[in-house]
Nanobody, 122 residues
Framework: VQLQASGGGLVQTGGSLKLSCAASGRPLHVMGWFRQAPGKEREFVAAVNLSGRRADYADSVQGRFTISRPNAKNTVFLQMNSLKPDDTAVYYC??????????????????WGQGTQVTVSS
């Protein structure tokens, strides 16, 4: 399985960005996004199940970010609104064919994209 992420960039505080990720190969039960800022551990951002009907968000992004997975396919989007400087990080798309939907640990995911940089200026 290969994951290809895109959509990062530079935006001012309060702005919006939309990340995209397409996975090739076998169906992934859960797809999601993690992020890693310099000097920090990789942290969970959001995840969505295969049908796209169930989503899970980190408290820090709840209400500002929306994850979607149209048509139950291996494509996932992350709409990020009201961005803050603390959201600055490399964002990684991830997926797994069998992990629990509520798994927020990076170790629970088998496949990872290459990462896309999101920078929010103050």
């Amino acid at each position: 399985v290969q994951l290809q992420a895109s959509g990062g960039g530079l935006v001012q505080t309060g702005g919006s960005l939309k990340l995209s990720c397409a996975a090739s190969g076998r169906p992934l039960h859960v797809m999601g996004w993690f992020r890693q800022a310099p000097g920090k551990e990789r942290e969970f951002v959001a995840a969505v199940n295969l049908s796209g009907r169930r989503a899970d968000y980190a408290d820090s992004v709840q209400g500002r970010f929306t994850i979607s997975r149209p048509n139950a396919k291996n494509t996932v989007f992350l709409q990020m609104n009201s961005l803050k400087p603390d959201d600055t990080a490399v964002y990684y798309c991830t997926g797994d064919p069998a992990t629990s939907f509520y798994n927020r640990s990076p170790g629970g995911y088998s496949y990872w994209g290459q990462g896309t940089q999101v920078t929010v200026s103050s």
